[in-house]
Each structure stands twice: as C-alpha cells, then as structure tokens.
C-alpha cells in the first residue's frame, strides 16, 4: 500500500469515527489501528507495474542526463565568452596604449611641447589594461569560491563574480574615455 492510499483509508476511518460523533479520538485507538495496518500483508506489484516502473526510471534519468549536459554546455560557452570578452578587452586597451605610446615616442622627435597632451591619453588605456587584469584574476577567485560546498563560500564566489563584471566593464569605459581623451588630443593639436 503506497502512503497516498494508507492517507486515504486513514482520513476514511478518521471521518467515520468523526460521523459516530465523536470529537477525539484516544491514542491507544489510534495505536490499535495502525498496528492493525502494519501487520496487514502489502499486495505486491504486478510485473506490468515493475514494467511501468522501470520505464519511468530510465524516463527521468534520460532526462536529467539531458537537462545535465545542456547546463554544462552552457556553462561552457559562458566561461569561454568571458574569456574571450577578458582577451579582447586587453587587447582593445594595451594595444591602443602601445599605438599612442608609439605616436608619443614619434611626436617627442618634432613637437616636444606637444608630449604631455598625448602623454595624458595613456592613463584611460593603462587603466583600462589594469581593470581587465584585476577581471582575469578575480575570475579565478570566483570560480574558487563557486566550487565551495560552503553557502558562505558561494556568495563570496557571487560577489567576486559581480567584482568581474563591473571590472571588465569598466575596462571597456576606460577604453571610451581613452578614444575621446586621445580624439580631443588630436583636435587640440592643430
């Protein structure tokens, strides 16, 4: 008898009981009754019933094999976006850094005066190369964190993971402020 049947004859002697008028019922009785269905045989399933039983198993592990795969996958393509998002933010930073450094270098040669204007235009990129540092780090500490079977260590995994996102972010701003700082530099240069 599963327990939603046993729920059921008891509610049915329950509600009976209650029909007879009365308001308790004494534990003793309660006791008796329930040791009567305990020594009650248990029908056995049929085999159709083992069948149907099997077949529902093997349904819901396919299932959550499946359900298991498509989060790793996409647990995958996450970290790999991120890297690749951490990558080319670097890039974007250090290499317009290298090309106004190497534009400084060249200007020092004709216009010395002109130096500390385009010199100033590198702060925005080696900021921007410096948050995207802070990110790729951080993302290790996270993923460290995240592995934790401790809730605590979990949500500092989270907020490392939230440091992350603002960092990489910021490192695109920077790589913004950069362009206009350096576009501005070039206006005034005329």
Not at 39 to 61: C, G
Not at 63 to 80: D, Y
Not at 151 to 177: E, T
Request: net charge positive.
């Amino acid at each position: 008898m599963s327990i939603r049947q046993f729920a059921a004859k008891m509610r049915a002697a329950i509600a009976d009981i209650k029909a007879k008028g009365y308001a308790a019922i004494p534990c003793d009785y309660l006791i008796a009754y329930l040791d009567q269905e305990l020594r009650s045989p248990e029908p056995d399933p049929s085999q159709a019933d083992l069948e149907r039983f099997k077949v529902d198993l093997q349904n819901w592990i396919e299932s959550n094999k499946q359900a298991h795969e498509g989060q790793l996958e996409m647990f995958r393509s996450v970290i790999t976006s991120g890297q690749g998002a951490i990558k080319y933010s670097f890039w974007l930073n250090g290499g317009a850094a290298v090309a106004v450094l190497a534009f400084v270098g060249h200007l020092a040669q004709f216009a010395a005066a002109k130096v500390p204007v385009f010199a100033s235009c590198l702060v925005p990129f080696a900021c921007g190369v410096l948050a995207i540092a802070v990110t790729s780090g951080s993302t290790y500490l996270s993923q460290w964190f995240y592995a934790s079977t401790q809730p605590r260590g979990q949500r500092v995994g989270f907020w490392l993971n939230i440091l992350c996102i603002a960092f990489g972010l910021a490192s695109y701003a920077c790589f913004i402020w950069g362009l206009f700082r350096t576009y501005h530099a070039f206006i005034t240069y005329a």
